[in-house]
């Protein structure tokens, strides 16, 4: 059975940093493609970054770029995600989730048949 557990959420203040952490379980973790996916109630669903498994290359979403990194420890089965210079619009539940860059034409809650349970970041002064 494929676990996905997150952790690291916190409340912070804009510009400030947080790291997410998600240890896997259940899967091959050093050749699986993981990502990460936030969802607030005002935007939905946002895919945030991806890491793949064999290349260990990444993506990022537009409105992360430059101040978000994705890396993964396959020594501990864990992909984290370092968030800096966050701001308000940055507030979500963050879920990491199996997959990497899947399909956009496919609503993001269909993309991905693995998800953890979240955590919550909240910016705000």
């Known amino acids: 059975e494929v676990r996905l557990v997150e952790s690291g959420g916190d409340s912070v203040q804009p510009g400030g940093s947080l790291t997410l952490s998600c240890v896997a379980s259940?899967?091959?973790?050093?050749?699986?493609?993981l990502s990460w996916v936030r969802q607030t109630p005002k935007k939905g669903l946002e895919w945030v970054a991806s890491i793949y498994g064999y290349t260990g290359h990444t993506y990022y979403g537009d409105s992360v770029r430059g101040r978000f990194t994705i890396s993964r420890d396959n020594a501990k089965n864990t992909v984290y995600l370092r968030m800096g210079s966050l701001k308000p619009d940055d507030s979500a539940v963050y879920y990491c989730v199996k997959g990497g860059l899947e399909s956009p034409t496919v609503p993001i809650r269909d993309r991905y048949n693995y998800w953890g349970q979240g955590t919550q970041v909240i910016v705000s002064s």
């Open positions: 259940g899967l091959a973790f050093s050749d699986s493609d």
